[in-house]
């Protein structure tokens, strides 16, 4: 627990840190909430170009850390309400660090977030693995984006833990800053109200379900969409014409999206900035030459920003272009039953598994149905309010995120439609909560009916969707329980010797066990196989045989002598000659995953 809370906290610190520098150099005076998002892609940059720089991590490390002991001292005494900041950020960040630390709480225990979900984790920690020790192979080689995955390699370095600790580290981190970052949707409303709004709109149903699957990407990319937008609300905002600086921060959100997603994090940017730009110059008449002139340099300066952070990556998103994701003739599901509502976007959803329809679960029907008439109408209502006040930003957003979702439902797989869904839900909610966000309740006193059922029902239907957003965090999974730390003590005693694994049939049917075991003995040949085939014939060449504190027993089918026990773990040696050529694949050479499929 005391790693995964130190990569936390180094996380939050840095971004933070190196947010706000950013944002000062940019023009801001006050403190800005779309520091934290901004901070995070800067960090996520930073490591990922200095990763692979000798002795690798470690290099990483000491640059992030660098960055963001300068910045620090650059802002001393140059942020002038960071009293207020603190007034308003501490809670939120408590509460997301409590939401986020709901499993880890429930379990009783640090590790793997999301296992009984889906094993993708066990190709980040191979991924991550290959790239701390200068590799070039797997995803590294097909152009996957790694930001996010050299951050865990540099705190893996620098804090000197395991990459299991750091990657929920970042994972718990993002859950923190996703809300602190929903603080810029108002600036008017009392502390209570925006703290609510942040929680709900930063940490909203979709983006709970893929924190508890551990998909720590989709987490970070929906806070840096959610991010740009705020960031080019502001903007727009801003009196008299726009700061020659002020869409730089947008442009680092934007390679911050890359650096995580690689080209199709841009989509939803670029849909969503689309669609405003039409409505802003549809609206605008005469005046859209006006707009487009003052427009001209900050666009610019944003551009050239964007092209010099993405051009390392470019020819990396060429070789990302023929991943198999992208295929949609191939397995399309992934871990989905089928096609994921879009109305999960609105946030009330109970049901710990978003991929359950309405009925599959503990709630009727009908409770779901009756949730999604009223987001669509609070949806509505918002939308209207936003865009009577040329608050237009938000409502275009969400729109060119439906977009994105309409050409994934339609040329993609289910798979890629689920995260469309997961990616424009803080959208959803922010342009839900505005009217309540800016809104005091003083100003409602001496109001009718008409004034004051719409906060009151938008506030309703807002507690509603964080308990929606709590019922999924509390059901991730952490695991698999009970073969980490110790399993990957035994790696150097079997020194990439050919290895036969018995591990409980639970572990590998409900926890993902297989690619998580695979990647712990990774550098040898590994067979894994349920404890029900201990009694048939060995797998030709094996040396060693780890069983579990179950079957304590020698095992039946060779002569062997426990070797040692490491907590649950069992490493036995098998006696006399064995022969030279096994059959069990080489983890070094493949997906962990794929061991799945020799069970």
Known sequence: MAALYASALLVCVCSLALGQAAMTLCGWREWSWLSPAAGLALVCALAWATVRLPPGGEAAAIAVAAASVLAG?????????????????????????????????????????????????????????????????????????????AVAVALEDGLGVGLVQTFSGLTVAAAVLAPLTALALVRR???????????????????????????FKELIEALFILAFFLGLREVVATPGHPRPLAGVPLALLAAGSLYVYSFPGLAWIVAGAAVWAAFVLIRAGRERFRLM?????????????????????LGRMLDFRDFETFDPTGPGLGNLFGQISPFEALGFWPSGDFRLTPGDGVAPAILYYLGVVAGLVLLAYGALWACRRSDTVLPAALLGGLVIWTLARATGTPYQAAKAVAVMAPLALAVIVLPLASLGWRRLEGGGLRQFLPP???AGFVLTAAACSALAITNAPVGPGGYAPELTGLRPMVDGAPTWVSAPEEMLADEHGVPFIAWELRGARVCIAPQSREGGPPPTGVRYVI??????????????HVRKVAGAWWLWRVSGRVAS??????????????GEDRE
Not at 195 to 201: E, F, G, P, R, T
Not at 547 to 560: A, C, M, V
Not at 581 to 594: G, H, N
């Open 547 to 560: 069983t579990t504190d179950e079957r304590r027993t020698r095992p039946p089918f060779q002569r062997t």
């Open 189 to 215: 409303a009392s502390a209570p109200t925006r703290i609510l709004a942040a929680l709900v709109v930063g940490l909203p149903y979709m983006v709970a379900s893929y924190y508890a699957q551990g998909a």
């Open 73 to 149: 001292a650059f802002l001393y005494g140059r942020v002038s309400d960071w009293r207020e900041a603190l007034r308003l950020g501490v809670p939120v960040a408590l509460i997301g660090l409590i939401a986020g630390s709901l499993p880890f709480i429930l379990e009783g225990r640090a590790g793997i977030l999301g296992t009984g979900f889906n094993p993708d984790m066990s190709q980040h920690l191979l991924a991550a693995s290959h790239l701390g020790a200068g590799e070039s192979r797997g995803l590294i080689e097909q152009g996957y984006p790694l930001g996010p995955h």
């Open 581 to 594: 050529r096994s059959d069990c694949p080489l983890i070094a050479v493949r997906e962990a995953r794929q």
């Open 293 to 313: 002139r003052a427009a001209l340099r900050p666009a610019l300066f944003a551009l050239l920003v964007f092209a010099i952070l993405a051009a390392p990556e």
């Open 456 to 458: 009151v029902l938008t």
